[in-house]
């Protein structure tokens, strides 16, 4: 059985869909991130860093409990322990881990700072929203590039698709703001429309 620490953000939903579509049995344990739940005493013996997402599998590599936190890296794990959503074929499977370090560094990575500078840094110089907005749409715009004439990311589906959907959900608004995007916006129906990813954006309902 996988324990998963969880909050209700992209990182924290990108777990869920990980084990919910990979179909591993998992704990939940809901982190109230706002009451600084991720920096208990408890907690920073799962994630020093004190953050989410993490699991802890008590039949890890060798049958021993292992730890691990990193949305991607969570994502990989499952994938590799089930069998999933890593294509065999060398040439997809690279497009794959391309498209999957594209949506954890250049998308989530930006979305991250983007939540930072709307959210939490003290100096509110103008203009430093809008460029990062703006960064942010154009790495958006790259996926949607990728997807025409592809269902997904890789062609087929793979750990890339489960690391950019909860980044597609959360920044919504934007991209319907900005315009455009009919590959990607018909590339989140189908991905909406799988019931792992329902229960995954949805986890412990
Ligand atoms: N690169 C990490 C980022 C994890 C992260 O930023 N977690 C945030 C929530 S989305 C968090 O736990 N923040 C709590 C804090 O920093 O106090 C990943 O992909 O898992």
Same mark, same amino acid.
């Given at each position: ?12 939903? !990108?777990?869920?869909?990980?084990? +919910? ?5 998992? !704990? ?5 991130? /706002?009451?600084?739940? *991720?920096? *208990?005493? +408890? ?33 990989? &794990?499952?994938? +590799?322990?089930?069998?999933? %959503?890593?294509?065999? @074929?060398?040439?997809? =499977? &690279? ?22 500078? @709307? ?10 929203? +809008?460029?990062?907005?703006? =960064?942010?749409?154009? %790495?958006? !715009? ?9 269902? %997904?990311?890789?062609?087929?589906? *793979? ?13 919504? /608004? ?32």
């Amino acid at each position: 059985m996988i324990d998963l620490y969880f909050g209700p953000t992209a990182n924290g939903y !990108r777990a869920t869909l990980a084990m +919910e579509e990979c179909g591993l049995p998992y !704990r939940l344990h809901k982190l109230d991130l /706002a009451k600084g739940e *991720s920096h *208990s005493p +408890e907690y920073l013996k799962v994630n020093p860093a004190g953050m989410i997402p993490a699991i802890v599998d008590d039949d890890g590599p060798g049958g021993k409990p292992f730890t691990l936190t990193q949305s991607a890296a969570i994502i990989l &794990y499952a994938a +590799e322990k089930t069998g999933r %959503f890593m294509p065999m @074929d060398p040439v997809i =499977r &690279y497009v794959a881990v391309q498209w999957l370090m594209q949506a954890t560094s250049d998308v989530a990575g930006t979305s991250g700072a983007l939540f930072r500078i @709307d959210n939490s840094i003290p100096d509110k110089t103008p203009g430093n929203s +809008e460029y990062f907005q703006k =960064r942010l749409v154009n %790495f958006f !715009r790259d996926c949607d590039r990728q997807l025409e004439g592809r269902e %997904f990311l890789a062609g087929e589906i *793979s750990v890339a698709d489960l690391m950019l959907y909860p980044g597609f959900v959360a920044r919504k /608004a934007l991209l319907d703001s900005a315009g455009g995007f009919a590959n990607l916006q018909r590339w989140a129906a189908t991905m909406a429309a799988r019931p792992a990813v329902q229960r995954g954006m949805n986890p412990g309902n």
